[in-house]
């Protein structure tokens, strides 16, 4: 039976599945679920997945959710996995672990209250609240940080590895959303991040041509939103 993955290209931990999948000749079957038209609320789609979150896989019989435990048993079913993208050694493997559970309280709520305020409010005419705002770019800025000077700080992959694993192809995923911001946001966060900058394009040559593919669709919406918001506000931020 082939796998189904239940995913919206827009959302991050979607990507990061997708092209795994793809970069390890796993067939699966994509079933789109548009989170922006709220189709992961439908009662057909909770049945599935009672958080409403996308992704989701179905394999048979069993339903997974949550990105990272994906990947973690994607990669340990299919014995075509490449060993880089979720090492046998039980020290590499911690070190991958110990970067995903950083991810989410980090990263993660950095980037992802970045967008809220500079993007997601403003398009639906909701005010921002300037302090959130301020707070969202610092927990961003922080996190940026650590992942420039820690993570990245002994190989061109996250922690010292010469390959990505997993681990790469979900911050990166994350750091791939902030295009959804105005050009000049975007550079102002991103352009003091050096290592980081050049993990991304190390990243995206190493999964080519999987991972332009699987992003077009953020392409297409970032053009999107930023003729909305010059068409709203007179500017593209």
Not at 161 to 171: E, F, K, M, T
């Amino acid at each position: 039976m082939t796998l189904k993955v239940y995913c919206d290209r827009m959302s991050q931990p979607s990507r990061a599945i997708l092209i795994f999948c793809k970069m390890n000749g796993i067939d699966f079957e994509e079933i789109t679920i548009n989170i922006l038209k709220g189709e992961q609320h439908t009662p057909e789609y909770k049945a599935i997945n009672p958080m409403c979150q996308v992704p989701t896989i179905l394999d048979g019989d069993f339903t997974l959710f949550e990105s990272h435990a994906i990947l973690i048993y994607l990669s340990c079913k299919y014995p075509g996995v490449a060993s880089h993208w979720y090492p046998s050694d039980l020290v590499e493997r911690a070190k991958v672990h110990s970067v995903l559970d950083w991810h989410h309280a980090n990263l993660r709520r950095g980037s992802v209250g970045v967008i809220v305020n500079n993007v997601m409010l403003p398009l639906n005419c909701i005010p921002s609240n300037p302090k959130a705002a301020e707070e969202a770019e610092k927990t961003l800025e922080k996190a940026l940080t650590v992942l420039e000077t820690f993570w990245l700080k002994d190989g061109p992959f996250l922690v010292g590895r010469s390959q990505p694993s997993i681990a790469d192809l979900n911050l990166v995923s994350e750091v791939m959303e902030l295009e959804l911001l105005s050009e000049e946001l975007h550079d102002r966060i991103l352009s003091p991040y050096k290592k980081v900058l050049q993990w991304v394009e190390d990243t995206k040559s190493a999964t080519a041509p999987h991972f332009e593919e699987i992003h077009g669709v953020l392409f297409k919406k970032r053009k999107e939103i930023r003729e909305l918001m010059v068409a709203k506000f007179g500017k593209t931020e």
